[in-house]
């Protein structure tokens, strides 16, 4: 009997070692993360985006209801496309040299969304030595220059200045919720929203609200942002807001990736 009861309590002590170990291989396991795949948008500016992603996770693809943009990568440079489906045609290609940490140094862009013809655009982009863009040229010939910069406060952009032939032509003012991180990536007021983090590091926080105001100090718009976040803090519906009325929701669809 009494090599039973010895027997029986190893039986439970090898249950309960096995149990924990169990316990900390599933905790050991990776956290299973979600890529954001596509949001969908109404009010002001309804649309519906699909990103197709490659076997790294860049963003290769973006669709929505009128256009489809594509990025092509080599080792130092990269090709973008944006085919218009209204037009039938391409009507922006830009070609970008990429320096050894995949961020855009220059570039050239046709464009060509008039009827009239194609424009050249000449780009260029400076950092910080933390990888902050911080300053965009753009060259439009005989049309000016324009010169976009780029203030950062905690890793946020609190402030973006434009200048039109050297003479300030619109600032805008941003506010954060800086206890939301920002984890889609993407930033609608950089170039091509930086998707894949073209033009440098993205903003750490989600942000709160946007002010522009032209030279002149007159108001040009403002805008307030909402959103309703998962328990990993990604966000599942942007509400935007024009004063007290709703302007726009934007609903985020992601996929499970290990």
């Known amino acids: 009997m009494k090599w039973l009861l010895m027997a029986g309590g190893i039986v439970l002590s090898l249950t309960g070692y096995m149990a924990c170990m169990r316990s900390k291989v599933q905790r050991e396991n990776p956290v299973i993360q979600r890529s954001l795949v596509k949001w969908e948008s109404t009010g002001d500016s309804a649309s519906s985006t699909q990103l197709v992603k ?17 990025f092509q990568f080599s080792t130092d440079s990269l090709l973008l496309t944006e085919y218009s489906k209204t037009d039938n045609r391409i009507v922006y290609a ?8 995949g961020k855009l140094t220059g570039g050239t862009a046709l464009v060509a969304y008039a ?3 194609t424009d050249t655009v000449l780009h260029k982009f400076e950092y910080d030595d933390q990888g902050y863009l911080v300053k965009e040229f753009r060259d ?6 324009y010169t976009i910069g780029y203030t950062y406060e905690g890793g946020d952009v609190i402030r973006i200045s434009t200048w039109y032939n050297n003479e300030l032509y619109n600032t805008k003012e941003l506010e954060y ?23 440098g590091n993205t903003s750490k926080h989600l942000v709160k609200k946007i002010t522009s105001v032209a030279r002149n100090g007159k108001l040009n718009y403002s805008f307030n942002f909402e959103y309703e976040t998962d328990d990993q803090g990604l966000p599942l519906k942007l509400i935007t807001r024009k004063g007290k009325k709703v302007s726009g929701v934007t609903t985020y669809f992601y996929a499970a990736k290990v």
Not at 54 to 70: K, W
Not at 140 to 145: D, L, V, W
């Open 94 to 101: 830009f070609k970008g040299r990429l320096d050894s940490a």
């Open 54 to 70: 490659d076997g790294q996770g860049h963003i290769t693809s973006m669709e929505n209801d009128l256009e489809v943009n594509r």
């Open 115 to 117: 009827a009239r013809g």
């Open 177 to 199: 919720y800086t206890q939301k991180d920002n984890m889609t990536g993407l930033e609608d007021f950089k170039f091509r929203k930086n998707v894949n983090q073209l033009v």
């Open 140 to 145: 439009y010939g005989k049309a000016g220059t």
